[in-house]
């Protein structure tokens, strides 16, 4: 149990185009899911957590307009990059919980974004 | 603040090799919870542990052990008789309750490299 798939896997794009990555719980109700970024042998790095129905709340840092958050349901988020640059080539990765007094995350196998 | 340290970049071991992963934290908060994945070169992390800020017993889990100190705010990972597939990054984390546990602060990681 507690399955959390992302699609793509990876993704190789144009500069100045936007790019869209899912993240889903297959086999429970995410009432929270959090993006990370990793750079190559970087730890991960919280991007935003978004709960289901409501606004990202974003690290500072990280801006909002360019990574636009969607947790519409309690089995999908979606982080789309826009206007990508190759400096936004990394490796995003997302998480998701079911709530609770301890908020246990189960994390996605990850997206491998390459910006040209 | 959080923080979490892993002095250790890189480790290489001889395989059968014991070895030991350090981490030391830093939480002001009283009650924490401290992790430890494993993320191999495909990229997905693994979740090894979770221990709470007031259990401080050791674990041993086959070959694995985790030795939690408050006293000196470290929760070190060893691996006896180490294989190559152990052969991966290892992140130490740490949650705090003042965030609802949301808040996952990864450590810099550690390269093990399990040489045959």
């Known amino acids: 149990g507690a399955v959390v798939s992302q699609h793509p896997s990876w993704v190789i794009c144009k500069s100045g185009t936007s790019v869209k990555i899912e993240c889903r719980s297959l086999?429970?109700?995410?009432?929270?899911m959090f993006w990370y970024r990793q750079f190559p042998k970087q730890s991960l790095m919280l991007m935003a957590t978004?709960?289901?129905?409501?606004?990202?709340?974003?690290e500072q840092g990280v801006e909002k307009d360019k990574f636009l958050i969607n947790h519409a349901s309690l089995t999908l988020s979606t982080l789309t990059v826009t206007s990508a640059h190759p400096e936004d080539s990394s490796f995003y990765i997302c998480?998701?919980?079911?709530?609770?007094?301890?908020?246990?995350?189960?994390f996605g196998p990850g997206t491998r974004l390459t910006v040209l | 603040a959080q923080k979490v340290t892993q002095a250790q970049t890189e480790i290489s071991v001889v395989e059968k090799e014991d070895v030991t992963l350090d981490c030391v934290y830093e939480?002001?908060?009283?009650?924490?919870?401290l992790f430890w994945y494993k993320q191999p070169p495909s990229g997905e992390l693994v979740f090894l542990i979770r221990?709470?800020?007031?259990?401080?017993q050791n674990e041993i889990s086959g070959r694995y052990s985790w030795n939690f100190q408050k006293s000196t705010s470290s929760f070190n990972f060893t691996i006896t008789a180490s294989q190559v597939v152990d052969s991966a990054v290892y992140f130490c984390?740490?949650?705090?309750?003042?965030?609802?546990?949301?808040?996952?602060?990864f450590g810099p990681g550690t390269s093990l490299s399990v040489i045959p």
């Open positions: 998480s998701a919980s079911w709530g609770g007094a301890y908020n246990e995350q189960f």
């Open positions: 086999d429970f109700q995410a009432t929270t």
């Open positions: 978004s709960n289901e129905g409501s606004k990202a709340t974003y």
């Open positions: 939480t002001r908060d009283t009650t924490y919870y």
């Open positions: 221990r709470n800020s007031f259990d401080e």
């Open positions: 984390a740490l949650s705090e309750a003042k965030t609802s546990y949301d808040k996952v602060i």
